[in-house]
Structures are given as C-alpha cells and as structure tokens.
Nanobody
Framework: QVQLVESGGGLVQAGDSLRLSCAAS????????VGWFRQAPGKEREFVAA????????DYADSVKGRFTISRDNAKNTVYLQTNSLKPEDTGVYYC????????????????????WGQGTQVTVSS
C-alpha cells in the first residue's frame, strides 16, 4: 500500500522559510517522479514543483521560481520542498504526489498525472 505523508507546515511571517517533507512508503521510491501542489481556500489546486526519479531534473511554477527548491533523498524515501521568502499568497495546503510511471522521462505539472497523494500540510503566511 503506497502512502505519502507530508510534514513541516506551519504559521510563519512573510519573508520566513519552511522546509516541507514528503515521506513515502509501500513502493520502490527511487523509481518515481514526485510533485508538490498547493490549494488555497476557494481556489483550485495548483502545481508548485516536481522532481524526477533520480533527482537531477526539476520544474517549478513561475510563481515560486527562485524562492522554492525541491530535492529528494532516495535513501530516506523522502522529497523536500524548501520554501524561502514566503509571501501571503503562498498560503494553502501543500500536497505531495507521486507519478505512477516508473522512471518517467518527463515531469508533469498536471495533477491528473499523479496517482498517489498525501493528506497535505498547512502553510499559512501572515503579512
């Protein structure tokens, strides 16, 4: 049974940083691409970042480029999202998701490409 568990969210002030973690179990984690998405109240879920199975290819939404960094430690079955210079508009529930295609050759920013999802972690940025 595949399970993804996010952690690291919290309430911070604008300009602060958080490191979100996504711990995976129930599969050979190193074979799969992972994405981060977020959903603000009253808005649709949106793509934030993604990383390929080996960790050498990443993709980011324009709104977070230069501020967020996605990385992974396959030995720990964990993907991280380092969020710096947080803004109030970064507020939302952050979800990690796993693309079920083994060793996919491209990253997707579409939520429908990801089959497995965590329960989410809340990030709230006050101004």
């Amino acid at each position: 049974q595949v399970q993804l568990v996010e952690s690291g969210g919290g309430l911070v002030q604008a300009g602060d940083s958080l490191r979100l973690s996504c711990a995976a179990s129930g599969l050979t984690f190193s074979m799969y691409c992972v994405g981060w998405f977020r959903q603000a109240p009253g808005k649709e879920r949106e793509f934030v970042a993604a990383i390929n199975w080996s960790g050498d290819i990443t993709d980011y939404a324009d709104s977070v480029k230069g501020r967020f960094t996605i990385s992974r430690d396959n030995a720990k079955n964990t993907v991280y999202l380092q969020t710096n210079s947080l803004k109030p508009e970064d507020t939302g529930v952050y979800y990690c998701a796993l693309d079920p295609a083994r060793r996919a050759t491209s990253l997707s920013s579409v939520s429908g490409a990801y089959k497995y999802w965590g329960q989410g972690t809340q990030v709230t940025v006050s101004s």
